[in-house]
């Protein structure tokens, strides 16, 4: 290893576009993990740039640090993950957007009307969610976390409603 491939904690931060604080607080998480110097300097890995850029991309899309640890863990450490390590990394997120993906059409389909039992319209929860049904699967907008609730009044189930139906 090459004195080039470690960088300063300043270095790193320049690197990445973020604050020192904010590499410490990864650091404090388990995200990354510097070497200390003699000195007791931090000294990270140039494979930690891609590192905290996969971190600050995982959570635009919403995975939590906990998340994003399971997925660090994966690649190997002190060198640059290669493009197989980030495609295994990728399948194990593909699914987890696809469904985030769904869950946001649906909200967005449903925002002006109801939004599948939170509750914005009285008059169709008097027909689609009698008596709060939807609240024994717990509390939030129930039908768009994906919940069925099972049957419904009328027949109808979560999955089949269109809530965008006359009264």
Aim: with cysteine; proline share 4%.
């Amino acid at each position: 290893m090459k004195s080039t491939d470690l960088l300063g904690i300043g270095d790193l931060a320049a690197r990445t576009g973020i604050s020192v604080s904010a590499i410490r607080f990864y650091e404090a998480k388990g995200l990354i993990e510097p070497m200390r110097s003699s000195g007791n300097s931090r000294k990270f890995f140039r494979a930690d740039i891609r590192r905290i850029s996969f971190i600050l991309i995982a959570q635009q899309i919403g995975l939590s640090i906990e998340e994003i640890k399971a997925q660090l863990i994966k690649l190997p450490y002190g060198r640059t993950p290669t493009q197989k390590d980030w495609q295994a990394i990728s399948r194990n997120l593909q699914q987890r957007l696809d469904d985030q993906i769904k869950r946001l059409q649906q909200t967005r389909q449903n925002l002006d009307g109801c939004i599948g039992c939170g509750c914005l319209s009285l008059k169709r929860c008097a027909l689609y969610n009698p008596e709060d049904r939807a609240a024994r699967c717990g509390a939030g907008p129930r039908y768009t976390m994906g919940d069925t609730g099972g049957e419904r009044a009328g027949g109808v189930t979560a999955a089949s409603h269109k809530y965008d139906r006359p009264y």
